[in-house]
């Protein structure tokens, strides 16, 4: 199988992810990202998991931008007419 | 995993703290200067947050500073791409390197670990380009540091729903309008589940109260008490 995570070790240097560690995310993300419970052979590839970490860190910041628009448009169209736009202005601008 | 509605906390008072900032040394931004600052004070709160010394938290911090004075500077758009274009020079050394690379590639296609080796080292590659100041990590803290960026860049994208909804909510509440309300609550609870609710009661609370209360005297010592929590 292409992707097991066993591999030939190399002359023990830091420059790559051990397995140790791989185990280490999944262990701590595996509530956050249900890809990554292992399927039928028991095993999660190193590739994969550090795929869908990636996945998910970028989706974490897309949402980031998509909720700093909505909040701009939101300061920007609350007119002065409603007190509720006021309430939402002095909660967040002094 | 540690308290992570403490951590939200945190993060909101912080985060509401620079927004007000902000906001006040700049009245009347457009909205690109304003998601702009929005984001910068939410990034500088959460690299703020657990006084951990992180790697990712000095990268982000440092890299906020530079976003901040860039912020209306319209030409470092033309800076990037002049750096980009020194790196892609296709000198003798570099063909000479594809040459052999096309060599290796058809003797190893076959070895199974050594594409699976490659694909593990473009993954890591990937992963250090989506963690601030991740270029320089080596890969032995490269875990720990993601996984804590993760976990506060969680607590970052829950809180600013929270307020993002509520405010969107409570600005324009569906019908009917007396309903709005329990409309309001009951989506809070199904979305957190129970689950930090505190946090986005906390804000329901806030603005119900501010809602209710017309007359200026009591609205006055609500908004108080809830300034001296927030602060």
């Known amino acids: 199988m292409s992707s097991r995570r066993s591999r ?24 956050l990202i249900p890809e990554l419970r292992p399927s039928r052979s028991g095993k999660v590839s190193a590739a994969k998991v550090l795929q869908e970490t990636c996945n998910y860190i970028k989706n974490l910041h897309r949402e980031v931008d998509d909720l700093s628009d909505r909040l701009s448009q939101l300061l920007a169209t609350t007119d002065s007419n409603s007190a509720q736009a006021a309430i939402i202005r002095s909660l967040l601008m002094k | 995993m540690r308290n992570l509605s ?7 008072r912080k985060w509401i703290k620079g927004l007000r900032k902000y906001n006040s040394q700049k009245k009347n931004m457009n909205l690109l200067e304003r998601k702009k600052a929005i984001k910068l004070s939410a990034d500088l709160a959460m690299a ?23 912020k209306n500077d319209i030409s470092t758009s033309s800076q990037p791409k002049k750096i980009r274009k020194k790196l892609t020079n296709s ?53 720990d540091e993601t996984l804590d960026y993760i976990e506060s860049l969680r607590a970052q994208v829950e809180v600013m729903r929270c307020l ?23 989506y809070m609870k199904t979305m957190y589940r129970g689950k930090h609710i505190y946090l986005s009661l906390s804000i329901y609370i806030y603005l119900h109260k501010m809602k209710t209360s017309t007359q200026n005297v009591a609205g006055l010592n609500n908004r108080k008490k809830i300034k001296s929590y927030m602060n």
């Open chain 1, 8 to 31: 030939s070790r190399q002359s023990g240097a830091s420059s790559e992810i051990t397995d140790a560690q791989i185990t280490d995310l999944v262990a701590k993300l595996l509530r």
């Open chain 2, 6 to 12: 403490s951590l939200k906390q945190e993060f909101l």
């Open chain 2, 48 to 70: 703020s947050t657990r006084n951990k010394a992180t790697l990712w938290r000095k990268a982000l911090v440092a890299k906020t500073s530079i976003d901040e004075s860039n």
């Open chain 2, 91 to 143: 000198s003798p050394l570099c063909r000479k390197r594809r040459r052999i690379r096309t060599v290796y590639k058809a003797k190893e296609r076959v070895e199974a670990s050594f594409i699976a080796k490659k694909m593990v080292q473009k993954r890591t590659r990937k992963l250090k380009s989506l963690l601030p100041g991740g270029k320089s990590m080596d890969e032995a803290c490269l875990v």
């Open chain 2, 164 to 186: 993002v909804t509520a405010s969107e909510l409570f600005i324009n509440p569906s019908p009917p309008v007396d309903g709005g309300k329990w409309c309001f609550y009951t």
